[in-house]
């Protein structure tokens, strides 16, 4: 049996169990009418989230003093929308990170502020699902909060979802994405040519360093038989790739193996070819 402690929007509510415990509680039409001490219809719960960690406890406690309970409500909304396409729970900092960003982002458009998201085409490119699910949840939120966010606000959506999936840290994300758009700067600057961010060429190429980064920083080895052959044939994608590895490794502080200098040489002669 739950029942409601506040009613944060008609599908959204605080709530708390049969020991007493709170929670937050999600289902279709749940608060609509709802009034604190109501009993809440179980058949109707389509998600029951619990904060864990203590540290966490005291941030949601902070959260729910200071921001409005629509906002709050539209997050978990968000946040139970994205587990079910991705079939995969997020990590619980998430339900105060993406409120937290979603009201700082309404009182930036409210004070006549917009702030550009500079990785906005390699967020597209490296984290296509999370952004598609961010555009769903922009749209929602445009509606439900009767505002006007600018889709550059997916991009930061997507960043805030994809690091609540792989666990990995806001910061980190952010920071692979910059790497990322320098690494493609690099080549570019290299080739003398500039790669269009349309094009299935700059997705491979995308795609295949945000995956060299995973590798360099999780100290996993590839093997490249085809090694001495790249160095021979494609001297000049190799030593572009080895530019480019030496970002990487000033970036990370990791040694990055030549197999893999290899192989991004290999996206490298492609575009040498294509573009």
């Known amino acids: 049996m739950y029942q409601v402690v506040k009613v944060l ?41 619990y904060v864990q960690e203590d540290v966490n406890k005291i ?19 968000i946040i139970a929308m994205a587990e079910k396409i991705k079939g995969k729970k997020l990590n ?21 502020i917009e702030i550009k998201n500079p990785f906005d085409i390699e967020i597209k490119a490296l984290y296509k699902d999370d952004y598609n699910i961010a555009l769903k949840a922009l749209e929602l939120i445009n509606q439900r909060l009767n505002i006007s966010l600018p889709e550059d606000e997916a991009g930061f959506i997507a960043l805030h979802l994809h690091a609540a999936l792989e666990n990995a840290g ?31 060429d700059y997705i491979r190429l995308v795609t295949h360093l945000r995956f060299a980064i995973d590798r360099v920083e999780k100290n996993a080895p590839v093997t490249n038989e085809l090694l001495v052959s790249i160095k021979k044939k494609f001297k000049k994608a190799y030593n572009i790739a080895m530019q480019v590895s030496k970002i990487i490794e000033d970036t990370l502080q990791k040694k990055v193996p030549e197999e893999e200098t290899g192989y991004i040489a290999i996206h490298i002669q492609r575009l040498i070819n294509t573009i």
């Open 92 to 112: 619980e900092h998430i339900h105060i990170a993406l409120a937290d960003h979603i009201a700082f982002a309404i009182e930036r458009i409210n004070m006549g």
């Open 9 to 49: 929007n008609n599908n959204v509510c605080m709530a708390k169990d049969d020991k007493g415990m709170e929670c937050i509680v999600v289902g279709k039409g749940i608060g609509f009418g709802k009034r604190p001490g109501d009993i809440i219809e179980e058949d109707k719960l389509e998600k029951i989230f």
């Open 170 to 200: 806001l910061s980190n994300t952010v920071k692979n994405t910059r790497l990322v758009s320098q690494l493609v700067s690099t080549i570019e600057k290299h080739l003398g040519k500039y790669i269009d961010r349309d094009s299935i």
């Open 59 to 77: 941030k949601f406690s902070e959260l729910m003093e200071k921001i409005r309970g629509d906002v709050i409500g539209i997050a978990e909304e």
